[in-house]
């Protein structure tokens, strides 16, 4: 724990508040609480939004890796938006690999004689829930 949480405050006056903010939190249910439901229910529409509009999840899917894809479309899902999630990992899926968790090609054997089947991505979706 920092001696001081800021340099121009007496240090004592910090401990004090961060045990007073430790106990508010320990109270709590959960950490990630901190938000109101609304206005995080709001910012998950706009951002769903965002990506329906035309050409937005194409651009942006490609360039996200697969655990950032997938943290995302999480988010999208628990904010009531799964098809807006499905959306943005097809558009990523597009220049994954055999090797990766989206791939949408055809089957195949990869260099390991092993099979390589596309992921269906209703099923991925709905487990990322």
Known sequence: MPASIHPDVDSEL????FKRL???LSRRKSPR??????????????L???L???????GIGVH???????????????????ETAALLIECHAVDD?????HYQGPPDINIDGEPVVPVSLAVYVAALA
């Not at 910090?14 to 508040?17: D, F, G, I, L, Y």
């Not at 690999?97 to 968790?101: I, Y």
């Open 48 to 50: 769903a939004d965002m």
């Open 22 to 24: 430790s106990a508010v």
């Open 64 to 82: 996200l890796n697969c655990d950032e894809v997938d943290q995302i479309a999480r988010i999208l899902i628990l904010g009531g938006h799964p």
């Open 33 to 46: 609480s901190f938000v109101p439901v609304d206005p995080l229910r709001h910012a998950i529409t706009d």
């Open 14 to 17: 910090n401990m004090r508040a």
């Open 97 to 101: 690999d055999q090797e990766e968790v």
């Open 52 to 58: 329906e509009r035309q050409g937005v999840a194409e």
